[in-house]
């Protein structure tokens, strides 16, 4: 691994202007998960490192029914899978979180760092998109905020310029009144990444569907949301047959590379047969 110069900002206005100063030279470290593995493959080799460890404003997670769900950016895996706000507003949050690799992983990575690393499959992003979620990013002269739906660009790219900062992600508090889930293909070890994931969240009234979404990773370049899919189920009832018809247009929105973990019809052909059954979960769980 290439030696390199590290900063330790102790403000996100101190941060940006350095990673602005640095440009290309430069690189962030949130949890390290991904940064310290590409860097000793050979794959990344910053001469200036940016750790976030020391800026108190990217940490913690904070959240009400009234006002939503805002997670710091440097708020780790582990902390979303266990903190209580979001096991009690955003269950389908949580149950994402754990999912992710081991406890060890679980306890360095971030939620910035995830985001910004724009694996397509990973799992935080596509449970994100459907809490409808919006990051906020943050540079030397301005601060923007982005949905988590329209973040990701391609493989590892993101709309994030080289200059800003992903500082936290706010969950609306429109979002947090569905019923949310989310199921893992995975054909190896519970570390290893997943063949297909499929995030969804439901609101049903008076025994019709109110509102929808269905969002996949390992689908594609990005993870994706399922429009179609989703308008298809809003009106409807919750039929098995209805539900079945809806997870038929996933693989639609898809288009997912060949892989040692299943070729692309493959990948297509799990992504409706897992959306049908989690729709059919959740469902079940809105009767109760």
């Known amino acids: 691994m290439r ?16 990673i602005a100063d640095l440009g290309e030279d430069g690189a962030i470290l949130a949890g390290g998960t991904s940064l310290m593995t590409l860097a000793r493959l050979g794959l990344a080799e910053p001469q200036h490192v940016v750790g976030l460890a020391g800026v108190p404003e990217l940490c913690g997670i904070e959240g009400n029914s009234g006002d939503g769900i805002t997670l710091g950016a440097m708020a780790t895996l ?51 998109m459907v809490y409808d979620a919006v990051a906020r990013l943050t ?9 988590v739906a329209e973040l990701f660009v391609d493989f590892f790219e993101t709309v994030v310029d080289p200059d800003e900062i992903l500082t936290s992600v706010h969950l609306p508090p429109a979002s947090l009144g569905v019923i949310a889930g989310y199921l893992k293909f995975l054909p190896r070890t519970q570390d290893d990444y997943a063949t297909i994931s499929v995030a ?12 929808a979404r269905i969002a996949v ?5 990005t993870p994706q ?33 060949s892989d040692a973990r299943g070729s692309g019809d493959y990948k297509r052909e799990m992504a409706r047969i897992s959306t049908r059954r989690l729709l059919q979960r959740l469902v079940s769980e809105s009767a109760t």
Do not use: K, W
């Open 78 to 128: 582990r902390q979303v899978e266990t903190i209580p706000p979001v096991r009690r507003l955003a269950p389908g949050l949580a149950e994402a979180a754990h999912q992710v690799a081991t406890v060890r992983i679980r306890n360095q990575a971030t939620v910035g760092g995830t985001l910004v690393h724009a694996d397509p499959s990973q799992d935080l992003p596509p449970m994100l």
């Open 139 to 147: 540079g030397p002269t301005r601060t923007r905020e982005v949905p």
């Open 3 to 18: 030696p390199f110069r590290y900063h330790r900002p102790g403000t996100v206005a101190e941060a940006a202007q350095l």
């Open 200 to 211: 969804a969240g439901l609101t049903v009234v008076d025994g019709c569907i109110d509102t």
């Open 225 to 257: 949301r399922c429009r179609e899919a989703e308008s298809a189920l809003v009106g409807g009832g919750t039929d098995v047959a209805g539900l079945a018809a809806a997870a038929d247009l996933v693989p639609e929105a898809l288009d997912p590379v």
């Open 217 to 221: 990773a390992g689908g594609g370049s």
